[in-house]
């Protein structure tokens, strides 16, 4: 069910496995998808699904944006049937070792960062899950030794007998709530999946600075071995700062590493970094290596990308900022006067911790979603212009008439993106756009 990047990795991992497979989306296929269908000879359905033959089928591959509450994926549940994900399938048919990462915010950069490392040191290695190419599509075609995987709350809920050989959890804070029926416990449930089936012989990373986790951790009987870090002295095993130096202890060996070397700076990026190098450092990555690929990493598009001064106007694309705690960290992350464009679909924000900041640095908010009336109340105190815009190039415009030289515009909406743009990528890349017609 589903016909994007997971699922055609599915129906092809399906199809070379031996299975009878098709494919439906309720949507519309995209044109790249529907030729790979076409070449590989698989049955697919396009703008509505078709029940019986779903119903009728051994076991479905669920896309993580179909929500489990679906009619459909109802009806399976009743009649027993067996409802994946992608990452579930094809965990089912590779040894490669798997290093998984989840969190509510930085799991795209920390992924990237530790497939770098890993590739940069030479190892065989694939980038899956929410970036990358599809899990089951390179366990199908292009086999690797080790796979990093970003996995979202929704790729973890359709996961059972899959393991992580090293799990990752860097922050828990609310997002998706909407999912979880406005209630945080099962959005925590869900993200501690990623420890399911683990045994003493894998490892747990964790940020021991979050509050959400530690006591989570304290409720739960962990196997693997643990491994915290955080901002706080260096433990063993474990990462943490001393005289501006991470330090990561694991397995007898210790790293060290000037902050100010990183190539990724900012507080949330010290905890990736940390996360990222010990993930590594379980693959004995020589000390040289990973200071190497530690300061030469590029970072992330859309993830406070510095894209264009204009005017003496510094524009920031922060697209991929979709819930609360993300923006708070873009917010914090700027030493300038901000016009903040925010908005889009709200998944039961709560922006009061967002409203100190905003009242010690943002000028003006540009809004730009269908229903901008919450951002409006929980700012209408602190900010002393906020504006409504219906497009991006409205928006951007507004920005930058709202700004003066010197100052910073932020694309850092809090919020999902499907109310105007395809995803984030589509909203932060129309931002640059825009910016470059200015």
């Not at 290695?125 to 089951?136: D, E, P, R």
Request: charged share 25%; glycine share 8%.
């Amino acid at each position: 069910m589903g016909a994007g990047e997971s699922g055609v990795g599915s129906a092809i991992l399906a199809q070379k496995k031996g299975f009878e497979v098709f494919v439906s989306d309720k949507g519309t296929i995209k044109e790249k998808y529907k030729n790979v269908l076409g070449n590989f000879d698989i049955d697919f359905e396009e703008g509505m699904h078709t029940e019986n033959r779903i119903l009728g089928a051994d076991f479905v591959v669920k896309s993580p944006g179909i929500p489990e509450t679906a009619p459909l994926v109802q009806q399976l549940y009743k009649q027993g049937k067996s409802v994946i994900s992608e990452i579930e399938f094809g965990g089912r048919y590779t040894s490669a070792k798997k290093v998984c990462i989840t969190g509510s915010n930085g799991k795209t950069t920390t992924t990237l960062l530790t497939y770098h490392i890993l590739k940069n040191a030479g190892l065989k290695v694939g980038l899956a899950g929410n970036v990358g190419k599809s899990f089951a599509w390179q366990v199908a075609e292009e086999e690797h030794d080790v796979y990093v995987i970003e996995l979202s709350s929704f790729q973890l809920d359709g996961m059972y007998d899959f393991k992580a050989d090293v799990a990752v959890l860097l922050n828990i804070t609310p997002d998706h709530l909407d999912r979880y029926g406005f209630e945080m416990q099962n959005y925590v449930d869900s993200k501690f999946r990623i420890l399911q089936n683990q045994t003493n012989n894998d490892y747990f990373i964790y940020c021991d600075d979050d509050e959400v986790i530690k006591k989570e951790i304290e409720k739960r009987e962990i196997t693997a071995v643990q491994v915290p870090f955080g901002l706080g002295s260096p433990v063993n095993p474990g990462a943490g700062v001393q005289e501006n130096r991470i330090i990561i202890n694991l397995n007898q060996n210790q790293f060290s590493m000037s902050i100010l070397d990183l190539s990724l700076q900012g507080k949330h990026n010290t905890y990736n970094s940390m996360a990222a190098g010990i993930a590594s450092m379980v693959f004995q990555i020589r000390n040289e290596q990973l200071r190497e690929s530690m300061a030469d990493f590029k970072g992330v598009e859309h993830r406070l990308e510095r894209f264009l001064k204009v005017h003496g106007i510094e524009f920031i694309n922060d697209s991929k900022a979709t819930n609360v705690n993300s923006t708070w960290y873009a917010l914090e992350s700027v030493h300038k006067p901000i016009v903040w464009i925010a908005g889009g679909v709200d998944k039961g924000n709560d922006y009061s911790m967002l409203q100190g900041l905003a009242a010690d640095k943002v000028k003006a908010i540009v809004c730009l979603g269908k229903n901008n009336a919450k951002i409006r109340e929980a700012f209408a105190d602190s900010v002393g212009d906020i504006v409504e815009t219906s497009s991006m190039e409205e928006a951007v415009k507004a920005a930058y008439y709202l700004a003066r030289n010197g100052d910073t515009v932020l694309l850092s909406p809090a919020c999902a993106s499907f109310d105007l743009f395809e995803n984030y990528e589509d909203r932060g890349n129309q931002f640059k756009e825009q910016v470059r017609n200015l």
